[in-house]
């Protein structure tokens, strides 16, 4: 009996090893070599596009790690080389859409550039005459300027009554809330609410720039509000109770002390929530109206922006037709480099006016 | 001593702190009251369309209204259905996969889609992504006509509410992936530290630590891209070739319109009585996105308050 029982193998590192087998830390490259080998391959075998090609580099190359360390390293191992292989695809797949789209409007659009299309308007431009987008830019430069004079003073005041005064008011709660949901609004309903709002003035069948600019504040002023109301927050306490401390009052305090700390990130808020107010279309398409002319006057007449240009200049080219798709091309191409350099300019703005620790 | 302790008082009630007080909650009312302005505008200039829809359209609003709500939500929910799993991917990536230095620069490729105007991405659905659809649409039509949503007979343009709802999909992705990522990235590094100390893959680790912590957090924002997708109006306006049909199927030149894209299409147009009805349908358009949004928010304020207690 005491024989059979040493003759039976305790269970040992031989049944429940410690170690298995493991991929090689250059797996995913030699795959993905593969991958893109066989994707090529039967890619000019069957005679499919560059397309076909990446779709069968990135499905090979997703079946070839998972099946690899499936069959080496067990399931659980296979099942996470699955998703994380599935993961980088979306992301893949998901830019795919945005580099398309900046080749189309560069290719498109940078033909139509030159001296003429920034400093012509389309007032009596027929056919391929030169035109060009000088009215928009116009429309567009005043009417968003319009919209951040009414939004940044609002915006900004309404995050120091959150933040400063109303931290546990029923109505700071309520704004909160509110201004959660605003962000929310479509922003033709900000158009439609605009001109509900200007008919009653100037009767039916209203356009006007300054509507626009109402309409875009609608839009704006959630986003200043929720960027300064994060900055205001990281305001440390110390600093406004040093400055209580020394018999500065409180209003003083916020524009002296709590203001200049939390600039940069102001700052930077705003000028993200003008890059995403100027392109902008459904609203101006129903207030600001369209035309071919300059207006430099807010508050009369038809405005042109650039978005309801590239709209029209679209979609009633007139004939022929290719000069004015040519000009919404370039005129898209000039909006997408605003709100590119907005973009760009908010981090620059970020950086240079953050506060000085003096350390 | 008590001209002192006067002074202190006066100090409390100094006139700048008033004017400056006064001046915040103000500011704090405008935007009550704005919000409070588009409802009321909206029911103000509305109402006469609802009541006057018989002489405008020969039928009641809500058989004029209803075909565009369809759309909107059909078109809404197409887009997120795809954009969904995308965005939970690419937050992911950012939050979890990508090694720390790639992590910022890939945050920011994805707001750049953010960046593009809404317009463009109109102009780009029409001229590019339609016509890459079209072979598939054949396809679809020609092996799965069985399936209501690919009946057939496939658009030739490629500008169906399919392809309407791929290019909102498109818009609606950064915000969805930018909320989702902040709150993956929220989980509590213990949380994740413990279920790979026992021995959990990082797939385990994500599956069993992150998405029930954020569970509530993806909820919302999936609803957030809703409400984006369901007001978006110059994308589907330019894509959509409409003919205010109700019909399941996705692939065919004749589609349902949208209520932003029908207003946008004809506003510039109406006159009279028909710019109440735009507006009405306005109206409708705000109540949905309102609840949707209201519902997102509420979702994430109430597990924000459980997470705290």
């Known amino acids: 009996m005491s024989q059979t029982l040493e003759k039976k193998p305790a269970p040992s590192r031989d049944a429940m090893p410690l170690s298995g087998p493991r991929m090689p830390g250059s797996a995913p490259y030699l795959v993905a070599a593969a991958a893109l080998a066989v994707g090529v391959g039967l890619g000019m075998i069957l005679g499919g596009g560059l397309i076909a090609m990446a779709i069968l580099a990135g499905l090979t190359f997703i079946v070839g790690i998972t099946v690899w360390a499936w069959a080496l390293e067990g399931r659980r191992s296979g099942v996470d080389r699955l998703v994380m292989s599935v993961v980088w695809a979306a992301f893949a797949v998901a830019l795919v859409p945005l580099a398309s789209l900046v080749w189309t409007v560069l290719s498109n659009g940078i033909p139509a550039l030159s001296a003429e299309f920034f400093t012509y308007s389309m007032r009596g431009v027929i056919g391929d005459e030169p035109g060009g987008i000088y009215h928009a830019l116009i429309g567009t430069l005043l009417i968003t300027l319009g919209a951040t004079v009414i939004s940044v003073p609002v915006g900004i005041m309404t995050a120091i009554y959150i933040v400063e005064y109303g931290r546990t008011a029923r109505l700071a709660k309520a704004i909160t809330f509110l201004v959660d949901v605003m962000t929310g609004i479509p922003s033709i309903v900000a158009g439609l609410f605009a001109y509900a709002l200007f008919v009653l003035i100037f009767g039916p069948g209203v356009r006007l720039g300054f509507g626009g600019s109402v309409a875009l504040s609608l839009l704006m002023i959630p986003v200043v509000v929720r960027a300064t109301e994060e900055m205001l927050k990281l305001v440390p306490d110390e600093l406004r109770e040093a400055s209580y401390a020394l018999g500065v009052p409180k209003w003083r305090t916020i524009v002296k002390v709590v203001l200049p700390t939390s600039l940069s990130g102001i700052l930077t808020g705003v000028t993200l929530a003008i890059a995403r107010v100027i392109g902008e279309t459904a609203p101006l398409l129903i207030i600001a109206g369209s035309t071919d002319s300059v207006n430099f006057n807010l508050f009369a007449d038809r405005m042109q922006t650039l978005p309801v240009f590239i709209y029209y200049a679209y979609t009633q080219p007139g004939v022929p037709p290719d000069p004015s798709i040519e000009r919404a091309w370039g005129a898209a191409l000039v909006l997408i480099a605003i709100v590119m350099l907005l973009n760009l300019l908010a981090r620059v703005v970020g950086k240079v006016f953050a506060p000085k620790t003096g350390r | ?309």
């Open chain 2, 1 to 309: 001593m008590s001209t002192t302790i006067d002074e202190t008082r006066a100090g409390g009630r100094r006139p700048g702190d008033a004017i400056f007080k006064g001046t915040a909650i103000a500011a704090a009312l405008v935007i009550l009251l704005a919000l409070a302005g588009v409802a009321v505008f909206l029911l103000y200039e509305g109402i006469p369309g609802i009541l006057g829809a018989r002489e405008e359209t020969d039928a009641s609003f809500v058989s004029y209204v209803w075909p565009l709500v369809y759309g909107t939500l059909v078109a809404a929910l197409i887009a997120l259905v795809i954009a969904t799993p995308f965005a939970v991917g690419m937050a992911l990536v950012i939050s979890h996969y990508a090694p720390k230095r790639i992590a910022k620069p890939l945050g920011y490729v994805v707001d750049l889609l953010a960046a593009v105007p809404s317009v463009v991405y109109g102009v780009w659905g029409i001229t590019v992504l339609g016509p890459q659809l079209v072979p598939l649409y054949r396809w679809l039509a020609d092996t799965v006509p069985w399936i209501p949503f690919f009946a057939g007979p496939a658009s030739t343009t490629g500008r169906t509410i399919f392809t309407a709802g791929v290019v909102l999909a498109i818009m609606i992705l950064p915000i969805i992936t930018a909320i989702c990522r902040e709150i993956f990235a929220q989980t509590p590094t213990l949380h994740q530290e413990a279920a790979l100390a026992l021995g959990a893959t990082r797939w385990e680790m994500i599956r069993m630590a992150v998405f029930p912590y954020a569970r509530s957090g993806m909820i919302s924002a999936t609803m957030l891209g809703l409400g984006r997708a369901l007001g978006e109006t110059m994308a589907v306006a330019l894509v959509l070739s409409a003919s205010g049909v109700i019909t399941l199927n996705f692939i065919s030149s004749t589609n349902p319109s949208t209520i932003a894209a029908n207003i946008a299409l004809r506003f510039p147009e109406a006159t009279g009585l028909a710019v109440n009805l735009l507006i009405a349908s306005g109206l409708v358009l705000f109540a949905i996105t309102f609840a949707v949004n209201f519902a997102a928010r509420y979702i994430a304020g109430s597990s924000a308050r459980r997470m705290s207690r």
